[in-house]
């Protein structure tokens, strides 16, 4: 156990650094003025050239990338205009727009992200799984294929049609939710609940129609095994040999799927965040590549590759778990 | 008198256009023990299914009455269907590893059966499995029932389907192929094992088996199928001893016996051969290990050989033996990881791929898979002139006139050339696979379990056409296989496999008639016997043999 840790801790430090070192290569080849970017377009050549000096901008992509690892091992000091400021391991960098320290804004920033990412994970599981039960159990019925043709629906309908769908039915038609907004769990949890469950919602109707689907075909070929009939055999009802047999089958599959899924709604619950006025990490990502905010973009994509990374490596620990012929290594 | 365990009138199973079972009637008293004998598609799995009533909801027509222990199977609802089934008629699946769970532990998996049927706690039920483990020979039952099924062996995982069958305490068990997954040396273990649970709870048994070797070691009766329908019922000692139906009769010619000489016939043996051209192909102290450091697994261990042109050298072992990783070895699709090879006086085991090249078509293999060792998506004729083609052949006409030669020599009709696998049935599909071996002119075949996946009938014919071949061409043939009774009918020389080593290694009638090794001795009292009556003298010989 202890060696499989470590090696997943190599590999995901490997994988970290090669996406920090492929997002320096893309920038320094992209089009655009990054200074005169970030001084704005009011800005003098000199005012630019003053902040190209500022910001280092005329080092070599190299010595920018050097620059960049040494305030992760060891903290780096900025000069401000006016004074240095100093940003203490681990550091990613500064805003180039904002003056801002990433690690800073990150952290500012997870919480509302976790909060949607979390809650919205919770509904689309209970929400998935369950339907996919329901439509095993249901099988050959209409409900079935009710069940079916909903979660196709799911799957087709675009985050933004079904938000806000349901923003104009439950706050503006209805008036039984306020509009959603984001309260800090620690300030208020009710409201903090009462807030996101609009988010929540929509994207847990379209993540789950997924899972749903999932489930509801690796139930079925689970039923279809020998052992399911080995207790069928022997007199065990339906809803055991669903409940505990074929749900069993589905569990692996469905642990497989959320883990890639969940990581990757950190850096990638953009619309939903978009649409309901939510300050998390995908609007700030989406935001700092338009002005060509290096920092704050590798900054981002190191924290929503950090969470891939660890969901993966949590999900094949599950997995082991759930399975006991799979052997870590 | 009293009516029957089970009475099964008129019975027919349709799975669409196919009739698997067609006006089947039967009885079987308290106690009693039926075997239902038969080939692939005889019917037999299907009319064992249809007596706990297993074909509903599974989109095949059942008509006919099936009625067991009180219970009409047709008739009862939902509820009654279940309370027969495992509390009053129990089946034992056929597949040992696919028929638990692989996720829940061996005890828990027998304890929810248990608590289906009676209202205990989960304690008792737990209690009630450790029982039923230990009855049937699981050492250490307490803790081997938390054990996954994964953890088992094949034939601790057959006893805990038969400890599972016991639970409740059955009218009847339903065995269904129950050893035919399982070494034979297994197979006679828990053949004994359901012959002492019956004498002790006076339960009755229907075995289904392809074997009739294993009816006769276990039942009393008979009944042998044959397209759905019954051929012959009978007593066993009747039945298998003087059968009156011409189909038994031909189905028991079929059957290879441990205890017979190979038909007689003009067989140049390996003497006639060797003297003048030296052995064919040569393994001195063969190795091949697996893996590195602590896992590390010697699958061969230090096997030395010889194959003369025209001779059969039987290999003979039981699984993981290690025989088809020598085999593969011998024809160099696995490097030895020690030893040496020598093919005509040459040394092949050390050559690279390149200078071993020019003798790879001269070493062939003939798979057990005949389904999966043929490419599906391509003719028969294709795959038959892919070693052709290999060999640098590209004139069309020539290509084709070689196919349907070899396809004729194996007994097929060459304007089949443009047909694909599925359309031939299993024997055919290893006769192709035999052609395509051929199509290299190979001066050496070895061939990995040919005929275990072949019915008996079909078995006797491919057997008869390998030896046809061989004395044809007067090639060195190496025959491996599990199935002792088979290697006796091929092979002129036998070499017995355990663990990577030889243990024994001889004239096939010397090794078969006076064995010298403990392990032979105990194979060979495995073995099951045509004939009931000697069963039970060599059940006793067998307990004395596991003592010693």
Known sequence: MTGFLLRRLGGAVFVLLSLTVILYAVFYVAPGDVAQIACGPRCSPAQVAQVTEQLRLDDPVYTQYGHFLQGIVAGRDFSTGTGVDHCSAP?????????????????????????????????????????GVLSVWRRGRIT????????????????????????????????????????????????????????????ALIESAKYARLTRSSMLETLAEDHVRTFRAYGVGERAVIGRHALRGAVAPVIALSALDFGSMFGGAVLTESLFGIPGLGRELVHAVKVVDLPVVVGMVLVTGFFVVLANAVADMLYALADRRVVLS | MTTPLVQVEDL?????DVRAVDGLSFTLEAGAALGVVGESGSGKSASASALLGLHRGTGARVTGTVRVAGTDVGAADEAELRALRGAKAAMVF?????????????????????????????????????????????????????????????????????????????????????????????QAQILDLLHDLRRET???????????????????????????????????????????????????????RVDARRPAGPVPGPRAAAPETGPLLEALGLRREFGRGSSRVTAVDDVSLTVHAGETLGIVGESGSGKTTLGRMLVRLDDPTGGRLRYGGREIGSLPEKAFRPFRREL?????????????????????????????????????DRVSGLLERVGLDAGRYERYPHEFSGGQRQRIGIARVLAADPKLIVCDEPVSALDVTTQAQVIALLGELQRELGIGLVFIAHDLAVVRQVSDRVAVMRQGRIVEQGAVDE????PQDAYTKQLLAAVPTLDPARAAARRAARSELAVA
């Not at chain 1, 799957?155 to 959603?180: K, Y």
């Not at chain 2, 039952?141 to 069958?165: D, K, N, T, W, Y």
């Not at chain 2, 795959?383 to 640098?392: F, Q, Y």
């Open chain 2, 364 to 400: 062939q293999m003939v798979f057990q898979d005949p389904v999966a060792s043929l490419n599906p998506r391509r003719s028969v004729g294709e795959s038959v002139a892919d070693p052709l083609r290999a060999a640098g052949e590209t004139d069309e006409t020539r290509i084709r």
């Open chain 2, 202 to 256: 006076g339960t009755a048994l229907l075995l289904v088996t392809h074997d009739v070797g294993v009816a006769a070691e276990s039942v009393d009766e008979v009944l042998v199928m044959q397209h759905g329908r019954a051929v012959e019922r009978g007593p066993a000692v009747e039945v298998l001893g003087a059968p009156r139906q011409p189909y038994t009769r031909e189905l028991l010619a079929s059957v290879p």
């Open chain 1, 91 to 131: 550091c990613l960098g500064v805003s180039y727009q904002s003056d801002q320290q990433v690690m800073r804004l990150i952290l500012t920033k997870l919480p509302v992200t976790g909060s949607l990412v979390v809650g919205a994970f919770v509904c689309w599981i209970l929400l998935g799984v369950g339907t």
């Open chain 2, 94 to 186: 056929q597949d040992p590893l696919s028929s638990l769970d692989p996720y829940y532990t061996v005890g828990d998996q027998i304890a929810e059966v248990y608590r289906v049927h009676n209202r205990v706690s989960r304690r008792a039920a737990r209690a009630r499995a450790v029982e039923v483990l230990d009855r049937v020979g699981i050492p250490d039952a307490v803790r081997r029932s938390r054990s996954r099924p994964h953890e088992f062996s094949g034939g601790m995982r057959q006893r805990a389907l038969i400890a599972m069958a016991l639970a409740c305490e059955p009218r009847l068990i339903v065995a269904d192929e129950p050893t035919t997954a399982l070494d034979v040396t297994v």
């Open chain 2, 12 to 16: 027919t199973v349709d799975f669409g």
């Open chain 2, 511 to 514: 090794v078969y008639g006076s």
């Open chain 1, 144 to 203: 079935e294929r009710l069940l079916t043709w909903l979660t196709l629906a799911g799957t087709a309908t675009p985050v933004f049609v079904i938000g806000l769908l349901l923003i104009i039915v439950f706050c503006s038609t209805l008036q039984w939710l306020p509009s959603p907004t984001y309260v800090p769990f620690t300030e208020d949890p009710e409201q903090w609940a009462w807030g996101l469950l609009l988010p929540w919602v929509s994207l």
